[in-house]
T-cell receptor, first 114, second 115 residues
């Protein structure tokens, strides 16, 4: 079975540019999560979706960040305009509603904003 | 509010010995789940083990076991017979209904296995 797929794996961009991160969850999973990981702040939940609907976006740092899930197999996280402090590893994770609710993570996208 | 605390920033263990990574949590949910994830230097997050708050027995998955003490609100991870490949960052996490079933993560413990 394919796990969570993220692209690109690495992204280097200049300050002010738009960045789009992509995620394909595990087929059949009805929850999708976007996290950001930095040395200073650890693993932070940015937003999560249930059945393609955003449920909680309280972790989105500011209006420069937006996320969409147009269908059950695809989600994007967009940063516009990007800033150096956005440099981090961005993880997408998915899970299926059930007894255990464990999440399965993608490999992450390492974003560097110069 | 829900909270996860991992008080050990780093731990050393000799190869083939057992090691315990500490995790305490706080929640008002009557029902919740506790998880451990491993993050090796390659960066991926790997799900290791799950414990439900109503489970009577401690969870085990191969060399991993979870020492669940509900009254103390602790969910320590025990790794038996440590291997060099166990060197990684380990995160404790919790999910419950109050938080909308989202999972919160601790700060992590970095484990170093010595040959």
């Amino acid at each position: 079975d394919a796990g969570v797929i993220q692209s690109p794996r690495h992204e280097v961009t200049e300050m002010g540019q738009e960045v789009t991160l992509r995620c394909k969850p595990i087929s059949g999973h009805d929850y999708l999560f976007w996290y950001r990981q930095t040395m200073m702040r650890g693993l932070e939940l940015l937003i999560y979706f249930n059945n393609n609907v955003p449920i909680d976006d309280s972790g989105m740092p500011e209006d420069r960040f937006s996320a969409k899930m147009p269908n059950a197999s695809f989600s994007t996280l967009k940063i516009q305009p990007s800033e150096p402090r956005d440099s981090a590893v961005y993880f997408c994770a998915s899970r299926i509603q059930g007894e255990r609710n464990e999440q399965y993570f993608g490999p992450g996208t390492r974003l560097t904003v110069t | 509010a829900q909270k996860i605390t991992q008080t050990q920033p780093g731990m050393f263990v000799q190869e083939k010995e057992a090691v315990t990574l500490d995790c305490t949590y706080d929640t008002s949910d009557p029902s919740y789940g506790l998880f451990w994830y491993k993050q090796p230097s390659s960066g991926e997050m790997i799900f290791l083990i799950y414990q439900g708050s109503y489970d009577q027995q401690n969870a085990t998955e191969g060399r991993y076991s979870l020492n669940f003490q509900k009254a103390r609100k602790s969910a320590n991870l025990v790794i038996s017979a440590s291997q060099l490949g166990d060197s990684a960052m380990y995160f404790c996490a919790m999910g419950g209904k109050t938080g909308g079933f989202k999972t919160i993560f601790g700060a992590g413990t970095r484990l170093f296995v010595k040959a």
